[in-house]
T-cell receptor, first 115, second 113 residues
Framework: DGGITQSPKYLFRKEGQNVTLSCEQNLNHDAMYWYRQDPGQGLRLIYYSQIVNDFQKGDIAEGYSVSREKKESFPLTVTSAQKNPTAFYLC??????????????FGQGTRLTVV | GEDVEQSLFLSVREGDSSVINCTYTDSSSTYLYWYKQEPGAGLQLLTY?????DMKQDQRLTVLLNKKDKHLSLRIADTQTGDSAIYFCAERRKKTSYDKVIFGPGTSLSVIP
């Protein structure tokens, strides 16, 4: 079955450490996105990538980094520079035509907690 | 402003209708979406409406769009306990390099048995 998979589901990080969240899709989608979700704030875009080897900053990119070496994979690294990293992180993908009516899919999310 | 607005909480009795409201910001937005999020899960697209439509009905769901007031609503008929979740309104805005999707803060729907 086609889908988008995030791992791990839960992640704990010590202050000062970098941590990488995985996102893999087998939908043959060109575009992939990372969002951060905080209670009562909706989803905020961190980074997006429309094609392999290319990505752009979203609204809250500071303290995060990404890579897009393969079409299927778009890992997100939360660096020690991110001041408040505890949140729920969601990955999404869509076809090259953009975020159309029904073609965009979300992963199940990773809950990151800094301890 | 830039924000999509929704009330944060709604509580209804099982069997009643739920109406979740949303105010968006960009009159040129092409698509408007409703997503559902169950606890600890990702977002699932419930329904969407093109900006040139006033209403869309899909089984128990009815979406109403008032472009003049930039107001979107989602009505769930015969609400069930399984409808308890967070509902996000989102608008798709045209940008130069890609279409940006802006999400509201989400409305947490609680269904009382």
């Amino acid at each position: 079955d086609g889908g988008i998979t995030q791992s791990p589901k839960y992640l704990f990080r010590k202050e000062g450490q970098n941590v990488t969240l995985s996102c893999e899709q087998n939908l043959n989608h060109d575009a992939m996105y990372w969002y951060r979700q905080d209670p009562g704030q909706g989803l905020r875009l961190i980074y997006y990538s429309q094609i392999v080897n290319d990505f752009q900053k979203g609204d809250i990119a500071e303290g995060y980094s990404v890579s897009r070496e393969k079409k299927e994979s778009f890992p997100l690294t939360v660096t020690s520079a991110q001041k408040n990293p505890t949140a729920f992180y969601l990955c999404a993908s869509s076809p090259p035509s953009g975020w159309g009516g029904t073609e965009a899919f979300f992963g199940q999310g990773t809950r990151l907690t800094v301890v | 402003g830039e924000d999509v607005e929704q009330s944060l909480f709604l509580s209804v009795r099982e069997g009643d209708s739920s109406v979740i409201n949303c105010t968006y910001t960009d009159s040129s937005s092409t698509y408007l979406y409703w997503y559902k999020q169950e606890p600890g899960a990702g977002l699932q697209l419930l329904t969407y409406i093109f900006s040139n439509m006033d209403m869309k009905q899909d089984q128990r769901l009815t979406v109403l769009l008032n472009k003049k007031d930039k107001h979107l609503s989602l009505r769930i008929a015969d609400t069930q306990t399984g409808d308890s979740a967070i509902y996000f309104c989102a608008e798709r805005r045209k940008k130069t390099s890609y279409d940006k999707v802006i999400f509201g803060p989400g409305t947490s729907l609680s269904v009382i048995p």
